[in-house]
Antibody, heavy 126, light 107 residues
Framework: QVVLQESGPGLVRPSQTLSLTCSVS??????????WTWIRQQPGKGLEWLGF???????HYNPSLESRLTISQGTSKTHFSLHLSSVTAADTALYLC??????????????????WGQGILVTVSS | DIQLTQSPSFIYASVGDRVSISCRAS??????LNWYQQKPGRVPKLLIY???TLQSGVPSRFTGSRSGTDFTLTITSLQPEDFATYYC?????????FGPGTKVDIK
């Protein structure tokens, strides 16, 4: 059973860079077919997919955030990180890491989020 | 990018009611559609993947179906623990996208 845990500051000043880490235990980050993902939820709002990096190092970002966002694997390969630059109050949200897992199903590869961290609330305020 | 629209945004229902939530994809995604349940203060929980396959441990009162680019989540007999917000999500391609959510509340 893979367990994910977010960590990082709960308060970030406007215009600064928000940096978070997701620690992964109970599973390999090199598992084929897995995309290590960041998702956020602004207060009272729905779920917003931010981006992922894959087991072979491919990254993909939400187009609305792509110019400010970097997602990467840590050097220890037991965690991955999010860096969001030039933050504003609109970036205040619960940030969640998740595992996007691909499985063979009825002749296709089906992807879904099967494991989630508990989330970390980040407030952008001066 | 694939857009997902959900309807209705809110459902007011009673215990025992049959409830259906719709999700429409902006383009063909085959059966690459998943459903999640989220309760206040909790992370989303996978209910159904591949449009109609029940995740292990999820009660059988939850069912999913697909017709073209239209997907439906049905709760056959609403239980007290089912009052929550439900999201559809496509796993067909990146960027992944979620529907805006449907809140099921007590009538």
């Amino acid at each position: 059973q893979v367990v994910l845990q977010e960590s990082g500051p709960g308060l970030v000043r406007p215009s600064q860079t928000l940096s978070l880490t997701c620690s992964v235990s109970g599973g390999s980050m090199n598992e084929a077919g897995v995309y290590w993902t960041w998702i956020r939820q602004q207060p009272g709002k729905g779920l917003e997919w931010l981006g992922f990096f894959s087991w072979i190092g491919i990254t993909h970002y939400n187009p609305s955030l792509e110019s400010r966002l970097t997602i990467s694997q840590g050097t220890s390969k037991t965690h991955f990180s999010l860096h969001l630059s030039s933050v504003t109050a609109a970036d205040t949200a619960l940030y969640l890491c998740a595992r996007d897992r691909g499985i063979a199903h009825l002749g296709s590869t089906i992807h879904y989020f099967d494991s989630w961290g508990q989330g970390i609330l980040v407030t952008v305020s001066s | 990018d694939i857009q997902l629209t959900q309807s209705p945004s809110f459902i007011y229902a009673s215990v025992g009611d049959r409830v259906s939530i719709s999700c429409r994809a902006s383009q063909a995604i085959s059966l690459h559609l998943n459903w999640y349940q989220q309760k206040p203060g909790r992370v989303p929980k996978l209910l159904i993947y591949a449009a109609s396959t029940l995740q292990s441990g999820v009660p059988s009162r939850f069912t999913g179906s697909r017709s073209g680019t239209d997907f439906t989540l049905t709760i056959t007999s609403l239980q007290p623990e089912d009052f929550a917000t439900y999201y559809c999500q496509q796993g067909h391609s990146a960027p992944r996208t979620f529907g805006p959510g449907t809140k099921v509340d007590i009538k």
